[in-house]
């Protein structure tokens, strides 16, 4: 897998110890790791996309972020010979029962099955969009929450109460900006946005605030 300390854990929580894991930090030294038996969690391509190059010559299996960008614009005017799909990266979308996949043009359905097979998870394939779908919907609730919390209809504890109640999440919106992070989220819905210019997708100023004052930060 490509990515942090934190992908790897989540990685370990979904698909078990009975396979090997390495973990490469960045993109450049990730192909002495290539072997024809290999599938690749790669959580970096994302803001990374120029990188897409170093699977021209792999001939396994590379699952990529594709929450932010869609899995053919990753793909655009690149000759890969790798078997793709997308997936979204974000923390806490990997370690769930079924997971989303994206496929290039419909292509290597074939290959999807018999790699989650060997992964042993559930998944559905969805329209190749930025967001997807659930990362979408969870979006789109987060910034629901910081308007409603904006304009004083409720207390963030109260909000993140309402919905676990209400729905039965596992978490409440603001606990889940937390567990994505504020930067996560800004990020998708500033890209579903630019994607679609639907309103539903207009960030909040104090989800935005928050966000940049995270990134100030670091």
């Not at 979204?88 to 292509?107: A, S």
């Not at 659930?134 to 504890?157: C, D, L, W």
Request: net charge negative; glycine share 6%; proline share 2%.
């Amino acid at each position: 897998m490509i990515g942090n300390d934190q992908n790897l854990v989540e990685c370990r929580q979904k698909f078990g110890e009975s396979h090997t894991y390495r973990m490469a930090e960045n993109h450049s030294d990730v192909q002495r790791f290539f072997h024809d038996r290999l599938i690749v969690f790669d959580f970096l391509i994302g803001s990374n996309t120029q990188s897409i190059n170093v699977y021209e010559n792999f001939s396994g299996e590379v699952f990529l972020d594709a929450s932010k960008v869609t899995l053919a614009d990753l793909l655009l005017r690149n000759s890969i010979t790798a078997a793709v799909f997308g997936f979204c990266g974000m923390p806490t979308f990997l370690n769930r029962k079924i997971l989303e996949f994206t496929l290039p043009e419909g292509k290597n359905r074939k290959r999807l099955d018999e790699t989650c097979a060997q992964l042993n998870t559930h998944f559905a394939i969805v329209k190749d969009q930025v967001g997807m779908v659930t990362p979408r919907v969870i979006g789109m609730i987060i910034n629901e929450a910081y308007f409603a919390f904006q304009e004083n209809i409720a207390s963030r504890e109260d909000i993140d109460l309402a919905m676990k109640l209400g729905t039965n999440y596992p978490f409440g919106p603001f606990e889940w900006a937390s567990h994505i992070g504020i930067k996560n989220v800004y990020e998708l819905l500033k890209a579903i946005y630019e994607s679609t210019k639907d309103e539903r997708y207009k960030i909040c100023e104090l989800l935005e605030k928050e966000a940049n004052h995270f990134t100030s930060s670091l």
